[in-house]
């Protein structure tokens, strides 16, 4: 299996979603945000980011490597410009200190279970952690959740998912159904989580990619 990000591909699939993006959004359950080409742009840039963490064989999930985890996210919201990091100088902290203390569960959760041998599991395990309430970031949890949740498939020599005009709708309304579950309802944990982790783990498994990767 390839293991690096095919940047061409990744930035055509999502140009293509930007430009659909508010057809989509009208047919959503709970509609979104406008998805910007700045945002699109931003969300590439990640990708450069962590081909070269591959490169380097960085394990996000350890002590060193929890620094360019909070990176992607930052690199989502603001990109690499070092006047808008500028700018949104007092939120990134702010994320960086709200990261700080929704992570320790979520990383002790994928090294407990890193040697699952199904790639679809370990992903929607951390997806449906750092995305349902209370989220891992601030912003951008959606973009960046993606992100690097396509780190652990590849991670597993599984193909990425990412985001096409095809499968735009189910993922976005499965994404959905996982972000307004909420971590300290006992309802949401024992009743709705896990049919939302089976239809995800599903849905990746159909939508997963190898074109994706070079």
């Not at 990640?46 to 999930?61: G, P, S, T, V």
């Not at 930052?74 to 902290?93: A, E, I, S």
């Not at 699952?116 to 891992?136: C, V």
Request: net charge positive; glycine share 4%.
């Amino acid at each position: 299996m390839r293991n690096h990000f095919d940047i061409q591909a990744i930035s055509d699939s999502l140009d293509a979603f930007q430009s659909e993006f508010p057809r989509i959004n009208d047919r959503l359950s709970i509609r979104r945000e406008e998805l910007t080409l700045e945002m699109v742009v931003n969300i590439t840039e990640a990708y450069r980011y962590l081909n070269d963490l591959l490169a380097k064989e960085m394990d996000l999930f350890t002590p060193a490597g929890l620094h360019s985890l909070l990176e992607l996210n930052h690199l989502v919201l603001c990109g690499t410009d070092p006047v808008t990091r500028k700018l949104y100088f007092q939120h990134l902290q702010e994320t960086r200190r709200s990261f700080l203390r929704q992570i320790s569960e979520i990383k002790a959760w994928v090294l407990k279970n890193r040697n699952e041998t199904n790639p679809w599991h370990l992903a929607t395990g951390f997806y449906s952690r750092m995305l349902s309430r209370p989220q891992l970031f601030l912003e951008g949890n959606h973009r960046t959740g993606n992100i690097i949740l396509n780190y652990l498939l590849v991670s597993k020599a599984a193909a990425p998912y990412i985001v096409t005009v095809e499968s735009a709708h189910t993922y976005l309304d499965i994404s959905g159904d996982i972000k307004f579950t909420d971590n300290g309802n006992y309802l949401d944990t024992a009743l709705r989580m896990p049919g939302h982790r089976k239809r995800f783990r599903a849905f990746l498994r159909e939508y997963s990619r190898e074109r994706f990767l070079c």
